[in-house]
T-cell receptor, first 113, second 116 residues
Framework: DAKTTQPNSMESNEEEPVHLPCNHS???????IHWYRQLPSQGPEYVIH???SNVNNRMASLAIAEDRKSSTLILHRATLRDAAVYYC??????????????FGKGTHLIIQP | GAVVSQHPSWVICKSGTSVKIECRSL??????MFWYRQFPKQSLMLMAT?????????EQGVEKDKFLINHASLTLSTLTVTSAHPEDSSFYIC????????????FGPGTRLTVT
């Protein structure tokens, strides 16, 4: 499985943008980049995913490097409810099989009021 | 949409007994569901892949006779922890997969199992 590397933790202030980086230098051509987050004592929550182009949804934006070896999850205006562990995961996309996700340690995002 | 529920949300059982955890996709059909386990301060670890109407596929190191998985319908998968021991105490989380582009997964809220 292709691996991802994320900082252990990051801290940001409420109502400011947050940029969460992820390195995935061994990504294959068919790997999608998925982001999930997990609040304490809850199941993970899907955030966003992409393949090559930058993606936006109501929760966040995903910026993917041109060589696809890194990506950045962008929370445009962090709130206290965004405090969670964020996981960057590579997964097989359309055309491939259905696999379980391999969770790394993720980034623990701390939001200061 | 894409809501997954789990029942129970927490359970305490005595060592040697069996516990069944249900995972349901409430507003969509899921041909594939996954079961994960998470110990305190650790990340989620995939235990098994459950496909409707067929036998589950277990990850290396997960005892299939101990963790029985049944995926009898497109909206329900169950995990039974048989002869539970204190070391099986953990947070068990299921997910259901939408077979759309990217195969995003939707997770249940988890079940906290404590074996005394």
């Amino acid at each position: 499985d292709a691996k991802t590397t994320q900082p252990n933790s990051m801290e940001s202030n409420e109502e400011e943008p947050v940029h969460l980086p992820c390195n995935h230098s061994t990504i294959s051509g068919t790997d999608y980049i998925h982001w999930y987050r997990q609040l304490p004592s809850q199941g993970p929550e899907y955030v966003i995913h992409g393949l090559t182009s930058n993606v936006n949804n109501r929760m966040a934006s995903l910026a993917i490097a041109e060589d696809r070896k890194s990506s950045t999850l962008i929370l445009h205006r962090a709130t206290l409810r965004d405090a969670a562990v964020y996981y960057c995961i590579l997964g097989i996309g359309s055309g491939g099989g259905a696999d379980g996700l391999t969770f790394g340690k993720g980034t623990h995002l701390i939001i200061q009021p | 949409g894409a809501v997954v529920s789990q029942h129970p949300s927490w359970v305490i059982c005595k060592s040697g007994t069996s516990v069944k955890i249900e995972c349901r996709s409430l507003d969509f059909q899921a041909t594939t569901m996954f079961w994960y386990r998470q110990f305190p301060k650790q990340s989620l670890m995939l235990m098994a892949t459950s496909n409707e109407g067929s036998k589950a596929t277990y990850e290396q190191g997960v005892e299939k006779d101990k963790f029985l998985i049944n995926h009898a319908s497109l909206t329900l998968s169950t995990l039974t922890v048989t002869s539970a021991h204190p070391e099986d105490s953990s947070f068990y989380i299921c997910s259901a997969q939408l077979a759309l582009e990217g195969y995003e997964q939707y997770f249940g809220p988890g079940t906290r199992l404590t074996v005394t």
